[in-house]
């Protein structure tokens, strides 16, 4: 990139910078230390700022650059991504949104303990929203890393390197100091400019093909390489059974597990009712809904303005095509009109990304300290100190996703959020459809779901050809993988349920019949929720 991109990008990204951290510093003032303050903002949003809140969350790096960039490279299979994003919020609204916001008070663990008060269900419950955390920070955090090498230089490893360190930095300055309040403002602008650019480049995409969608996607069939295959169902997917089981696998993990994502679940408590929580998601669905139909177009449109052969020498996962399209719209390289396009573009993805870090890491932090710190430790502390852990647990986490950002930057966004998914969907959304929904549901059976759903995700990537054996694995020269699938969900959902089944009736203990009515009572009336 020329000296004029890098300098106008730096210089928004700097912009961002210092609005956020304003909005940091003016809440961080007003504040007054408890605990429903830090964690949920003092559930004082509305639906609409809550559901643009959920939105910029939501819409994270792995949306905006990881799903164009497979679209660029893959075509049809790479579409399964927005699809799979999207129907999963039919899922949240149906079953998990309004209950979840009447039986919870600030984390997914609260649903739980809502019908059954063991320390050990709320640990497990815990560990595998912070494990889920993690995850889902690692890409968002990659993401990074690839735009702003691209940005100074292409692939320059110091950049992509400080670049991550510097954004796990500010992470741990937004939740330390703002706590949710801070982070949904913070969303709420994000989501705007994640909204404004998209709408930019999809317009400018149609116009240069004159309205015509069907000529944008014959460009992108010749100019992929694969001709007329790259608008057909396989390219990916389709070469054997096993590309067609791991199809299956990743669309079970991504249209069940956002209704196990620990930040997402956490931003229902910032409302003030349930009903709110409910007209929440049904704002962010309009917004998520269009946002996604938009990165069909723009991926379509990097394979057929920029070259999926380009997208790949610029980054061998796709994660810059967004970037590279904006500069082509623009003008081309060495244009003003590219090079403002490109630096806006690339503003708005890394403010997306500092965005969704920071929802992230609080909703982790919040699991450390209000679910394992309050269990383990000190049972009968005041609010005031498991803040405090909580802002500790930010650093923590921070400085693990960093660390392991680092290990894993040559894997797409998009995809990773597809394992972090997997591993929700896994983990998280068996023990809370069993909590709300079954009636002889026991401590037991809670946690073998969590651990039976955990465990074996975990075990299955770990021994996947993510890790080793693949061209693109995390370890080369090496192959242990005896697990043929890239996504676990396959396997691993299924596993979280029929553990849980097996746990509750191999049990002893008697389900307590008058607490599942109580907690029924007050998932669907509301009645006495926090």
Known sequence: MSSNHETLALLLFSAFVVVTLGITTWVSRNRHGSAEEFYAGGRLFTPMENGFAIAGDYMSAASFLGIAGLIALVGYD??????GF????????????ELVRNCGRFTLADVVAARMSAPKLRVASGAASVTVSVLYLVAQMVGAGSLVALLLGGTSGAARVWTVIGVGALMIIYVSFGGMRATTWIQIVKAVLLLAGAVTLTVLVLLRFHGDVNQLLKSAAERSGHGMDFLNPGLQYGGSWISRFDFISLGLALVLGTAGLPHILSRFYTVPTARAARRSVVWSIGLIGAFYLMTIILGFGAAALVGSDAVRRSNAAGNTAIPLLALDLGGGENSAGGTILFAVVAAVAFATILAVVAGITLASSASVAHDLYATLHRPGRKQRSEV??????????????????????????????????????????PVLLYSLFWRRFTTRGGVWSVYGGLVPALLLVLFSPVVSGGPNSIVSGVDFHLFPLENPGLVSIPLGFLFGWIGTVTSKETPDEAKHAETEVRSLTGAGAV
């Open 78 to 83: 790479g579409v399964l991504y927005s699809v």
């Open 86 to 97: 999207l129907v999963a919020w039919l899922v949240v609204l149906l079953l998990v949104a």
């Open 388 to 429: 405090a852990v909580a802002r500790l647990a930010a650093v923590g986490i921070g400085v693990l996703a960093i660390a392991l950002s680092l290990l894993v930057s040559n894997l797409n966004v998009a995809f990773l959020v597809g394992l972090a998914f997997a591993v929700a969907a896994s983990a998280n959304l």
